[in-house]
């Protein structure tokens, strides 16, 4: 298929549905599988895919949301670098409304901090060419997937010789994330649809642990109606034939390799942590990146001495049970009430790639008093 309205074709969809439904019977048992990336849960909602698959088989959201897993203690950090006289502190769009400890950066910005949303770091990093005598931040955040444009834009400072630029890294890392949801006995996955996007980067190799320790398969999707049915599809005639293997479906963008050249980029740049905290699932080890020595003149964490301290998060907000896939963002007691788009009280509502959002925007407010209907596939847009 080479268009885009190809992957999103009812009659196409209708046979995946089908063939879903004669694996699910075959298989005769509840199946639970996580599509670990938030661009999917919103794919999923969007297209209403969860209420036309069969009963026993149960979609769990992960924790694939660079915004939503980073811990309330690191985004206070960040306000306190933005508060800094000397500093304009630059960060992408949906940051700016996730809450901290007593604010945003977003309210931050509105009591005399400078604050700047860009589109990518190198947009930073030409405010600081324009801004000498000022010091310029760039909050680095994601998932291996953005990691490489921040990596590419210090290797262009250090060949500028721009010193009044540096970074804040938040940057994560995917596998040992599902490691950590596979050690929880609460959570039992039968599978993985695993994100399309970090992959095109990481390559296939990063998950063989997942099925070489852990017994799991996992599904590398793309991010159209029939990408994800193909992929639940192709997971499931893993269960029923007794396999248990990392396979591609997004074979158009994901080289199973990845991408050389930004690999070498995070590795020429980035050393990997002893541990990092992550919301919801707490210190993990080797899952979060610091910049290297060789660079550490670009590190904002060395250039100043930040708070760096444990935040809870608000007590009402479940984004930690949500982002475990121990809960469904409808079964949080705020969501849509006392926590919305509007006014968010966790970071799953603010985040665009958050599952609460995803639930919130496309009408999922009533399934906490009924399931939800079977309709049929929607339309190509």
């Known amino acids: 298929?080479?268009?885009?309205?190809?992957?999103?074709?009812?009659e196409r969809a209708q046979h995946w549905f089908e063939a879903i439904a004669r694996r699910c019977d075959r298989l005769g048992r509840p199946l639970k599988i996580m599509e670990v990336c938030g661009g999917h849960t919103h794919s999923i909602f969007k297209y209403g895919l969860e209420t036309l698959l069969p009963p026993p088989l149960e979609l769990v959201h992960g924790p694939g949301c660079p915004v939503c897993v980073m811990p309330r203690g690191r985004l206070d950090d960040a306000i306190a670098l933005a508060q800094r006289p000397e500093v304009i502190f630059t960060t992408f769009g949906d940051t700016l409304r996730v809450p901290g400890s007593q604010y945003s950066?977003?309210?931050?910005?509105?009591?005399?901090?400078?604050?700047?949303?860009?589109?990518?770091p190198l947009d930073a990093l030409a405010i600081?060419?324009?801004?000498?005598?000022r010091q310029v931040v760039f909050f680095g955040i994601g998932f291996e997937t953005t990691a490489p444009s921040v990596a590419l834009t210090i290797l262009q400072a250090a060949r500028d010789g721009i010193e009044n630029f540096s970074v804040f890294s938040n940057h994560v890392l995917v596998v040992p994330a599902l490691e950590a949801l596979l050690q929880n006995p609460d959570l039992q996955l039968d599978g993985f649809i695993g994100p399309g996007h970090v992959s095109a980067i990481i390559g296939l190799e990063p998950y063989q642990v997942l099925p070489e320790r852990y017994g799991k398969p996992v599904v590398i999707s793309g991010f159209e109606p029939l990408d994800l049915l193909q992929?639940?599809?192709?997971?499931?005639?893993?269960?029923?034939?007794?396999?248990?293997?990392?396979?591609?479906?997004?074979?158009?963008?994901v080289n199973p390799q990845g991408n050389g050249p930004a690999q070498?980029?995070?590795?020429?740049?980035?050393?990997?942590?002893?541990?990092?905290?992550?919301?919801?699932?707490?210190d993990l080890p080797r899952s979060g990146l610091a910049i290297a020595p060789a660079y550490q003149r670009f590190d904002a964490e060395v250039r100043w001495s930040?708070?760096?301290?444990?935040?809870?998060?608000?007590?009402?907000?479940?984004?930690?049970?949500?982002?475990?896939?121990?809960?469904?963002?409808?079964?949080?007691?705020v969501f849509g009430t006392g926590c919305t788009p509007e006014n968010p009280l966790g970071t799953c509502m603010v985040s665009s790639e958050g599952a609460c959002a995803a639930y919130y925007k496309y009408g999922r407010l009533a399934l906490a008093q009924t399931a939800a209907p079977r309709v049929s596939l929607p339309a190509t847009p």
């Open 306 to 333: 930040l708070p760096n301290r444990p935040a809870a998060d608000s007590p009402a907000c479940q984004c930690g049970e949500i982002l475990r896939g121990t809960l469904k963002p409808w079964q949080c007691k």
């Open 231 to 253: 992929s639940i599809d192709m997971l499931l005639g893993q269960l029923m034939e007794g396999r248990c293997a990392v396979e591609n479906q997004y074979r158009r963008l």
């Open 1 to 10: 298929m080479k268009y885009l309205s190809e992957f999103r074709d009812p």
């Open 105 to 120: 950066l977003l309210q931050a910005k509105a009591i005399g901090a400078d604050v700047r949303a860009v589109y990518s």
């Open 264 to 282: 070498d980029a995070i590795a020429q740049v980035f050393t990997v942590r002893d541990r990092f905290e992550w919301r919801g699932l707490g």
């Open 128 to 133: 600081a060419r324009q801004n000498p005598e």
